[in-house]
């Protein structure tokens, strides 16, 4: 019997969640400072979770 490995680390975020956790990033920002590499990797989490949501389907 064949058996599918479980991916050793953490679950991708839902779009909402990968959404969320951008909201708050960007209310939150320190001395008006843009946090461009947390933006860029959470905007990235969040498509990736996007389109594995479309192609999920309803």
Do not use: C, K, Q
């Amino acid at each position: 019997m064949h058996e599918t490995l479980t991916p050793a680390g953490p679950a991708r975020p839902s779009a909402s969640e990968a959404n969320e956790a951008i909201r708050h990033l960007v209310e939150t920002r320190v001395d008006g400072e843009w946090p461009s590499e947390a933006y860029e990797f959470l905007l990235s989490e969040w498509a990736e979770a996007s389109r594995a949501e479309v192609s999920a389907g309803p």
